[in-house]
């Protein structure tokens, strides 16, 4: 629903800097980050450095909460996909801080 | 109700089919090769208790400890269960490219219409010159595509086999 992964931060680049409808914005970084983190897991398996333990749940997840975004996407207004992008930008922001200035460990 | 597929063109459809297909066969490889490795239906590579002591370790000593094999090397341990997710995980992985070769013939197929669109623009055929400003820079833009391909299509394969591809 917000682009996937770092959608979080592609989404606002793509919407607000480059004028990209919003929910355009979320679709074109779905699919690019689809496609990039594709090819990213090349080299982790390259490195043996893959544990099935984690990873199975995690894609499963993350590809059922694709699969939801997407569709809510269709009837959520833009209006309220925004809002929440920021909300989400501003906790994920205020947590990098925090663990920057070693409050949050 | 509108039917969002009105609006796209054929090449997203399939696009979109296939990757749909392609998720789902690999999501359900993914979560069975999962159980049975949980489950233990298939020995693991790792004990799970090994596991939980080894993998706060940097990648070269993990693979020190439990005498994993990188690059290819996970193909020799594919009837352990845990290495048995990695077939999952790598169709997962391989499906964008696949769906990609499949739309490709197509993306080809729109490329000729595009080349015959240009074609008609070609100060040199028998097509009508378009009219007005927009046409006019048309014109010039298909008599500088045709005048540059003419110079350079017997040295560039790929010019030449473009060159067939929009012969009418």
Redesign the interface.
Known sequence: MFGLGAGWANVPALNLLMGVPLKLAVGTSGLVL??VD??A??VY?????????????A??GV?LGAKIGARLL?VVRSATVRKVVIVLLLAAGLRALLKGLGIWS | MHD?HDSLSATEVVYARWLDWG?RAG?AL??A??FA??LELVAPHVP?DQ?ART?TLP?HE??AAVS????W??LDLAARG??L??F???F??????ICYLRVLPMLFARERAYALIARSGDPGSRQQRPAGIAGRRTERCARLFFARRTTTEGRNPWLRFSSRLAAP
Request: aromatic content about 14%; overall charge positive; charged content about 5%.
């Open positions: 689809s496609v594709s090819s897991a090349w398996i390259n490195q043996g450095a893959v544990l099935p333990i984690l990873v199975a749940p894609v499963v590809m269709r | 969002p998720t999501l993914l979560i090769s999962f490795y949980v799970l596991l993998w990648v993990y693979r994993a094999p990188s690059g090397g996970w845990d290495y997710n990695y999952g995980i790598v997962l992985s391989l499906v964008s490219g």
